[in-house]
């Protein structure tokens, strides 16, 4: 059977009644739901956010997390005298240092701003991941160059070179499935000039970044963790958060202050501790910052997916996701285990959902399921065994079907079988 083929199946799994006679049907088409009278609308109750930066925020407590795949590049001149010495105790310095922005992940902050704010607080759903190249016997996923041309940052002046990407180009690694993370000390001519800001600073290029003033601070690991993390936020899809259109009304506009009392309009309580602003803190996403996060992991062929581990397409057939109250699903979802709707209550799909090998949709009697213009699919080349209902002989399933609805990569063939 094609894997585009659209395929519906109805299986019954159970009854109430003694005398109920059980049967499974399958079915191969919307049109053959149709005529086993399954309601179909082609007006539309539901509103499709699919779009909408919050239907992606990481609020179920059964999402698992994203994991982005990352390494590092530490950049030096011919001589090694300005950057971190191609050593174990460098290796342990760059795993401690991405150890620690996981940590600040999972510590994520109450926002500061606006003043008695009551903006929930998220897991933000992603980690790092150190990730070797794994064709390369003893490869580390920690990279040490000498390039006399290229191992320096500049972020003003006329040799400016933050934003170009030679560096990138030349010694980048796997850039559409690893983060690529370039870790560069400032010119020394640039240093020593006292008009020139060194410390620690970043920009983001595409699926990599650089990082500078690293080695020439010379801080604890932990002292670059927040930096990473912003940086990354800017490759994962956010802006910095001070201005008004940075796209999420949860992150109001504000001064940008590093920290209280730092001039007339930074007196008070008034600064900021979101991870995308220039700030002492920097250790809070907003739901929205983090769905907008989460939109590019689920879009397909974005980017940012690239960089993620498929851990969706892994079946994990001793955990459920169970629906217990009316739910609506307008946001794409990668999910690795079976959707059991109860009884009596509702779901509803109105984006794409990818299934796991293997996996189902249950609807249980009286359950409902609402599908909304929406693809069911399978995203890593595998097979799913579709969406099953529990009914008597006599009833039919609480389907509802509102425009146009997509399935695909169903295991089985149509059939009609009577036990």
Known sequence: MSSRVLLFSIFL????????????LSYTSIQSLESFKVQKDEQSGLVKRCDVNEAYSPNEKWAQKRYVRVNFHIMDDVEGSHNFPESAASVTYFK???????YRLSLNKKMNLPIDNDTPVLDPGFRYVLTP??????????????????????????NRNNFKRDVIKKYGRNQDSILNIFVLPHHPDSISSKSYKGGGTGIALGTSLKVAGLYDDKLEFWGYSTLLNHEIGHILGLNHSWYKNDGCDDTPPHANCWAPNMGASCDGDVVSNNVMDYNASQMAFTPCQLGKIHKGFARENSDTRGLITQNWCDFDANNFIVITKDTH????KDLNRDVIVEAGTSLSISCRVSMAKGSKILIQRGANLILNNCRIHNSCGEEWLGIKAEIESNETPNIKIIGDV???NITGQSQIIEK
């Open 13 to 24: 799994v159970s009854i109430v009644s003694c005398n109920a006679k059980l049967f499974r």
């Open 96 to 102: 401690q240092l991405l150890e620690n922005a996981n």
């Open 133 to 158: 190249n794994s064709k390369m016997k003893g490869d580390n996923g920690i990279y040490f160059h000498r390039d006399n041309d290229l191992y320096y940052f500049v972020n003003k002046g006329k």
């Open 329 to 332: 699903w307008d946001g794409a």
């Open 406 to 408: 997509l399935l695909e």
